[in-house]
């Protein structure tokens, strides 16, 4: 971190022996506060500066959120610095031991709470590249750009699991399969974290353990799974990410067979701690302590609530501030709960604070701040992980658009709304945003004179259908953009809370009635038309499938996804993109997942609804290239539980075009011992092939990875599995003892 100038006071280096001084001479109050975080902006009450000020000096709270929802400095990172610098200054000087505070971001997707930083697709859209040394890339720049502004804390990688589509928060996750999830959630850690020498800002896991899979897609409601499917669909993901290293664990707002994540001994520390070796950080999420009364009612009061965090493992509450101090405070002067137990988490955040060097130097530069946050190189990264996301839905040779063109319609509500590009966990107005809309992106193809733009309709409301439809009628060709807004777990933009109609938690996944009248009416003309997809969750298009000769989806894709969706749709970049995520026929497919379980069809197989029938399934993605996949084979045939096994294939690009083709591996264990998916995804890679040019891919898959959850106990079962790699298929023979 920079120096700041006006820093008179020299700041030693802490060690551990440093924090158990430092603890010693703290009082209780002061200890507490440690423990209690509070924020700048609204999130139900508005707190301004003055008021987090007030709360560092008289409270001794050691965690500010100035980042986010209804802050002054969106447009202003030199301001944004300068704010962290204040706060900072303030817990340094003005207090009693001088404890610089964390300041913590959800940056889920670049720091993009801030106008004018790098703006990367969402992370559904960054699992369809299925390159975890991008996501890294990626994870760098947003600990880099974020640090660079004051914040020391990520909420993110987000590790969770996307089980039910309907869910208001898939698009940020990587998808539906637990590896996937993983490897990229890993990734995303190392990017944010740095390195040991040269720490960049903490990240954090969440939600843990259990998040993806709530009842009906309600965010937050009941997680009703079994203990084998916990450990296989969900634990998985966090169990890497925290062998990659992160520095904070944030749980989830559901309850899981009945215990709410925040208040659970049994999630919080018999599973986080003792089970997976965690010593970091626990901090709750936003009122996910308040939750435990308010709505699960497992407490009767806030202090209850409280002793019950604590007790169950909880260092930290987000946003609790003086309130929840006090209320601890009282705890332990009734000696309901220990001030042992208040010591061991106040070392966790202290020993993280000094992990980041905000003991040596909590101040960033904020001169070079601006600077620092649009770098031209960011930008370019984020337009590559863009191009790379487009996922191909289907082509009925429509595609790609020849640049002569004389007329391009261009329509839709998400045709010209970077707002919408963005999506949540962004900005949250569309005043003059840094990026490239679809309809910009066109008119630097063919030219501001060969696009005709009519926007048709709102996200949810009709606007001027007829007017697209005339223009459609004289157009060469027409590019409708639809989908959905900016939206946070159930409440949008404008108001918290406010009434979310279909949006985001979906009872239908179809597209909303005044979207599908403007798709219709653009497509019955017959001008060739192509629909683009700006989306943060897989949407039910089954019409359009049947009769739109082409479909992109673009997710959701940040500042430049404009420019990414307009070559793509023009042939300068031929997608690669795959889908991280089943696109269910409609919610009375659902679930809809690739790794659904074996059972019986006792009507027989002819007459029993195939059990995963999707529009578009997992790994789907087409190319302007032909490929073919073949020559499946293995290291070996036979193999102890404790080896290894390298699979490759060979790619052929029998098409007259370079292309990038990725691959899923999947794998079937033949007979077990439980009820096992028909499938489970176990590896990914990637490659560019030259027209007429083959590559081969490998892909090493520990046998570990072939394992069988129980309710208690995870074991590699010696037997037969198969290999599948789109039509190629390998076998492999697991024996019994070691290697």
Not at 295 to 319: E, I, K, M, N, P
Request: glycine fraction near 10%; aromatic fraction near 6%.
């Amino acid at each position: 971190m920079g120096s700041d100038t006006q820093a008179d006071r020299p700041l030693p280096t802490v060690s551990a022996a440093d924090i158990d001084d430092l603890l010693e001479s703290m009082t209780l109050e002061e200890k507490v506060g440690q423990l209690v975080g509070t924020y700048v902006g609204h999130m139900g009450a508005e707190k301004t500066l003055e008021d987090a000020i007030s709360e560092i000096v008289d409270d001794h709270v050691g965690s500010v959120s100035p980042f986010g929802i209804g802050i002054s400095t969106r447009d202003d990172p030199k301001l944004a610095a300068e704010t962290a610098n204040r706060l900072q200054r303030v817990a340094i000087e003005e207090t009693q031991h001088g404890i610089p505070i964390h300041i913590p971001i959800d940056a889920v997707h670049g720091h993009a709470y801030l106008n004018g930083t790098t703006v990367f697709p969402h992370n559904l859209g960054m699992a369809a590249v299925r390159d975890p040394e991008l996501v890294e890339r990626s994870g760098e720049v947003t600990g880099r750009e974020a640090a660079a502004t004051g914040a020391t804390v990520n909420y993110g990688p987000t590790c969770d699991v996307a089980r039910d589509q309907r869910w208001g928060r898939v698009f940020e996750t990587y998808g539906e399969s637990p590896y996937l999830c993983g490897e990229l959630a890993a990734a995303e850690a190392r990017g944010l974290r740095g390195s040991a020498d040269n720490p960049t800002i903490a990240a954090t896991a969440k939600h843990f353990p259990a998040y993806g899979q709530p009842t009906r897609g309600e965010d937050a409601s009941v997680v009703e799974i079994s203990e084998s499917t916990f450990r296989r669909d969900f634990l998985p993901p966090f169990e890497r990410v925290l062998e990659a290293g992160v520095d904070v664990v944030m749980p989830c707002y559901n309850s899981i067979d009945g215990e709410p994540a925040h208040g659970s001994k049994r999630f919080l520390t018999s599973l986080l701690r003792d089970e997976l070796g965690f010593d970091g950080v626990v901090t709750s999420d936003w009122g996910g302590v308040e939750h435990l009364h308010q709505y699960h009612r497992t407490a009767d009061s806030r202090r209850t609530a409280a002793w019950q965090a604590f007790s169950a493992g909880l260092d930290l509450v987000s946003v609790g501030g003086p309130s929840y101090a006090e209320e601890m405070c009282e705890l332990v002067r009734a000696e309901e709960l220990s001030e042992k137990r208040i010591d061991r988490s106040v070392r966790r955040v202290l020993k993280l604070k000094a992990r980041l060097g905000l003991f040596d130097d909590p101040y960033v530069d904020a001169e070079s701040a601006t600077e620092a946050v649009s770098r031209e190189s960011h930008r370019e990264m984020s337009l590559d992980a863009a191009r790379e996301s487009m996922t191909l839905l289907k082509n009925d040779g429509v595609l790609p658009l020849s640049e002569s063109l004389d007329d391009v319609l261009v329509t839709g509500p998400n045709a010209d709304d970077l707002h919408h590009q963005f999506g949540g966990w962004s900005v949250m107005d569309d005043a003059d945003l840094t990026g490239v809309t679809v309809r910009e992106g066109i008119e630097a193809i063919v030219g501001e004179e060969s696009v005709t733009y009519e926007p048709g309709s709102g996200i949810t409301e009709t606007e001027d259908v007829a007017a697209a439809t005339d223009a459609a009628e004289d157009a060469d060709a027409a590019v409708v953009v639809l989908g959905e807004d900016w939206y946070l777990h159930e409440f949008g933009p404008q108001q918290m809370n406010r009434a979310t109609g279909e949006f985001p938690t979906r009872t239908q996944l179809g597209l909303p009635d005044a979207q599908r009248e403007l798709l219709e009416a653009v497509q019955t003309t017959g001008t060739p038309t192509v629909l683009v997809l700006v989306s943060g969750r897989p949407l039910s298009i089954a019409w359009a499938d049947e009769h739109v000769p082409g479909i992109l989806m673009a997710y959701y894709p940040g500042m430049d996804g404009g420019t990414a969706v307009a070559e793509t749709l023009f042939g300068r970049h031929n997608p690669s993109g795959r889908l991280p995520i089943s696109v269910p026929r409609s919610v009375g497919h659902l679930p809809t997942r690739y790794n659904y379980l074996r059972h019986p069809t006792p009507i027989g197989a002819d007459e029993h609804p195939d059990s995963y029938d999707p529009l578009y399934a997992f790994g789907h993605g087409l190319s302007y290239t032909d490929f073919e996949v073949t020559d499946l084979s293995l290291s070996s045939s036979t193999v102890g539980p404790a080896g290894t096994v390298t699979v490759e294939v060979t790619v052929e690009n029998t098409g007259d075009r370079d292309g990038t083709k990725a691959v899923d591996l999947f794998v079937e264990d033949v007979v077990s011992s439980r009820v096992t998916p028909v499938r489970e995804h176990v590896g990914f890679e990637k490659t560019t092939v030259e027209a007429g040019e083959s590559a081969t891919l490998s892909m090493s898959v520990p046998v570990e990875r072939l394992a069988v959850h129980g309710r208690d106990y995870e074991r590699v079962e010696p037997g037969e599995f198969v290999f599948h790699c789109e039509d190629e298929t390998a076998e492999l023979t697991v024996r019994t003892g070691r290697d």
